[in-house]
Every structure is written in structure tokens, then in C-alpha cells.
């Protein structure tokens, strides 16, 4: 069965889970930082899709095209002596048949000598996740930067069951 992203449908998950999801984040955003392209697209299925205006014109994207994207990205930031810095709040994690919807803010600075840090885009982000041994991996990902409009999410379906 496929269906939108939905937190509204499900129920919340225990604390202890929350807390484990707040980390998986946490140590996310932290490969992404500090330019661990590998460790940050590890946790991505193989088979896992990117929806963004950014890539693809906000058509769904798969890991196969959306990881060499991202190393040429990651590689000009590093050429420029750019760093980044993800701020992400407001989560909400919800369980759907075996599986955890997550849904968060995101503000993503850049920061350089030159001009110091700027605000890079603002977004809304909402992953499909699923258990994997001791940790999570995403399924699907969307992410709605503001600077660029909603995404046509009633055309987008990630897989729930």
C-alpha cells in the first residue's frame, strides 16, 4: 500500500524511541556538518527516494541519482571553505504499520570567513523511516524549502506496509 506522508494517521511512538530517533538525528546532521558524505548517506536505503525542488524539480528522486548530487555538492562546499550547520526543532514521530513518519523545521546556515554565517534556506522535512538492526534508515525524505514553494505532495507516495 502506498500513501502521502501523513503524521495525522498512527500514533506517537514511546519516549524511549523518541529519544532514540532524537539521537539518530542528532548523529545525522553531525556527519552532515562536518562533511561525512558516506556516513550521512549510509543511513539511507538503497532503494530510498529524495523529494525536493532542489533536485528534480521536486519530481521524486532516487539514491542512485541523488547520492553523486550530493557528493559534488559536499565537494564544492569544501573547495569554497564553506561549513554548514543544520538547526532542526519542532519534530513529531509517528508509527504507521511497522514504520515511523518524522516531521521537523530545519534553518541551514553557512558559514565562511569571508562573510561569516548567513542563513541558507528554511524547510520542512518529512522522512519515512524504518527500523534497522540497533539504528533507523530513511526510507523516503521530502523536504519543502520555503525559498522555493510547497511541493505537489498529493503526487508523491512513499511506501506504508
Request: glycine share 8%.
Given at each position: ?42 543511513v539511507f536505503d538503497d532503494d530510498a ?107 508523491h507516495s512513499v511506501p506504508l506496509g
Amino acid at each position: 500500500m502506498t500513501m502521502p506522508i501523513d503524521s495525522h494517521r498512527g500514533t506517537t511512538v514511546s519516549p524511549e524511541t523518541y529519544y532514540e530517533l532524537r539521537r539518530f538525528y542528532l548523529d545525522q546532521l553531525d556527519a552532515r556538518d562536518r562533511g561525512f558524505t558516506q556516513e550521512w548517506l549510509a543511513v539511507f536505503d538503497d532503494d530510498a527516494t529524495i523529494t525536493t525542488k532542489v533536485l528534480g524539480g521536486g519530481a521524486t528522486v532516487p539514491k542512485s541519482e541523488f547520492a553523486p548530487e550530493v557528493w559534488k555538492l559536499d565537494a564544492s562546499f569544501h573547495e569554497k571553505g564553506i561549513q554548514r550547520r543544520h538547526c532542526v526543532q519542532g519534530f513529531t514521530f509517528t508509527h504507521h504499520d511497522g514504520l515511523v513518519v518524522s516531521r521537523f523545521y530545519g534553518l541551514f546556515l553557512v558559514v565562511d570567513a569571508a562573510r561569516g554565517a548567513c542563513l541558507q534556506s528554511a524547510a520542512f522535512i518529512s522522512d519515512v523511516l524504518r527500523r534497522h538492526g540497533t539504528t533507523w534508515r530513511v526510507i523516503s525524505r521530502e523536504i519543502e524549502r520555503d525559498d522555493l514553494g510547497r511541493l505537489d505532495t498529493a503526487a508523491h507516495s512513499v511506501p506504508l506496509g
